[in-house]
């Protein structure tokens, strides 16, 4: 069983940057592609990146392709998301989850662990 913990999220003016967190604990971490969704208010939950447990070419959902960047650091057991040139758009509740195995996809139904969510604003 992964336990997933994201931290980072906050309020930020429209074209500034936040750097998302998700460490987990409870199992073997790089055995697990790592997936970022994010629900905004009255919205479904949409995938935003994915990065295997490798680290290598990570996935991107269109409407942030160029302003995130996912990363890992298995020693430490966290993924990271890097948003930048944020939008009023990007304002959601921003989720980890996992998903065991060695590829990555932007599917909900995939992922078996999700952490608690940690929420972003993103307004003047």
């Known amino acids: 069983q992964l336990q997933l913990v994201e931290s980072g999220g906050g309020l930020v003016r429209p074209g500034g940057s936040l750097r998302l967190s998700c460490t987990a604990s409870?199992?073997?971490?790089?055995?697990?592609?790592i997936g970022w969704f994010r629900q905004a208010p009255g919205k479904g939950r949409e995938g935003v990146s994915c990065i295997t447990p490798s680290g290598v070419s990570p996935l991107y959902a269109d409407s942030v392709k160029g302003r995130f960047t996912a990363s890992r650091d298995n020693a430490k057991n966290t993924v990271y998301l890097q948003m930048n040139s944020l939008e009023p758009e990007d304002t959601a509740v921003y989720y980890c989850a996992a998903d065991l195995g060695q590829t990555c996809v932007l599917v909900r139904s995939s992922y078996d662990f999700w952490g608690q969510g940690t929420p972003v604003t993103v307004s003047a």
């Open positions: 409870g199992d073997i971490f790089n055995y697990y592609a």
